[in-house]
Every structure is written in C-alpha cells, then in structure tokens.
C-alpha cells in the first residue's frame, strides 16, 4: 500500500523551529521527485519546498533561507526543518510524491 505520513507538526513561537518529517512506504522513494506543501483555510494549496530524484531543490520564496527539505533514499524519510518561522507559516503541511501521492497532512502553529 502506497503511503505517507507526516509527522512533527505542533505550535512554536514566532522566530522558532520546527522539524517536519514524512514517512514513505508500499513505492520506491528514490524514484520519485518528493515535495512539502501547505495551506491554509479558504486558500489553494502551495508548494513549499521540493526535492528531485537528482537531489536538486526548490523553495518558494516566501521560504528561501529559512526552510531547509532533505530526504534520506536508504529509510524512505522525507524531512522539513523550518527555522525562523513567522506567524504567516501557519498551515498544515502535507508531504507529496510527485503531486500524485499525498500525505494526511500535520498541523504547524506559529505565534507572536
């Protein structure tokens, strides 16, 4: 069974970190192009940070310099460390393999 699930979602104080992780099972990990979207209520989904099965990555720009996406091919684990986090990075954040596959999504909170 194709699968994943995030998990490492809570609440942090504006200028925190948190880790996000995102755990894949019942596919091939390394052969797919893994992302991290978000979204937030009454707004379209969008991408945060994504990773190409030659290891190159994109981010937003909202998020440049403060998100950082790795994977780990040997485990199946996605990550997302997210540091510097302001209140607009509240959302739940959903893991993707290639758009096709999603995850259940966890909830990040942040204040000020």
């Known amino acids: 069974q194709v699968q994943l699930v995030e998990s490492g979602g809570g609440s942090v104080q504006a200028g925190g970190s948190l880790r996000l992780s995102c755990a894949a099972s019942?596919?091939?990990?390394?052969?797919?192009?893994m992302g991290w979207f978000r979204q937030t209520p009454g707004k379209e989904r969008e991408r945060v940070a994504t990773i190409n099965r030659d290891g190159t990555t994109s981010y937003a720009d909202s998020v440049k310099g403060r998100f950082t996406i790795s994977q780990d091919n040997t485990r199946g684990n996605l990550a997302l460390q997210m540091d510097s986090l302001a209140t607009e990075d509240t959302a739940v954040y959903y893991c993707?393999?290639?758009?096709?596959?999603w995850g259940q999504g966890t909830q990040v909170s942040v204040s000020s």
């Open positions: 019942g596919f091939t990990f390394s052969s797919y192009c």
């Open positions: 993707s393999a290639c758009g096709k596959v």
